[in-house]
């Protein structure tokens, strides 16, 4: 990523930040706010992709499972089924 690309992130990262905190500071306090909130925010993010990575692997799993278990219920070997648990 070159320089005027961060810094442009920056500046917008920090102005915005600066508005949701009502805080007035300069526009080069503002970009560095900014461009420091980037390194850590992206530092944090890519801690916890690496960590839920996993157990967010897990979830889709056991949620995969649950609809393929679903769907056998309903359209296994008995076939699809009506109220009181009758073949329609």
Same mark, same amino acid.
């Given at each position: 990523?070159?320089?005027?690309?961060?810094?442009?992130? =920056?500046?917008?990262?920090?102005?915005?930040?600066?508005?949701?905190?009502?805080?007035?500071?300069?526009?080069?306090?503002?970009?560095?706010?900014?461009?420091?909130?980037? !390194?850590? =925010?992206?530092?944090?993010?890519?801690?916890?992709?690496?960590?839920?990575?996993?157990?967010? =692997? !897990?979830?889709?799993?056991?949620?995969?499972?649950?609809?393929?278990?679903? !769907?056998?219920?309903?359209?296994?070997?008995?076939?699809?089924?009506?109220?009181?648990?009758?073949?329609?």
């Amino acid at each position: 990523m070159s320089i005027v690309v961060l810094v442009i992130i =920056g500046a917008a990262a920090g102005f915005i930040a600066t508005r949701l905190m009502r805080i007035e500071a300069d526009i080069i306090t503002t970009i560095v706010v900014g461009i420091l909130g980037a !390194l850590l =925010g992206g530092l944090v993010l890519r801690l916890l992709l690496t960590v839920m990575g996993a157990m967010a =692997g !897990l979830i889709g799993a056991i949620l995969g499972a649950l609809v393929l278990i679903w !769907l056998w219920q309903i359209y296994g070997p008995k076939g699809p089924r009506g109220p009181g648990g009758r073949r329609r």
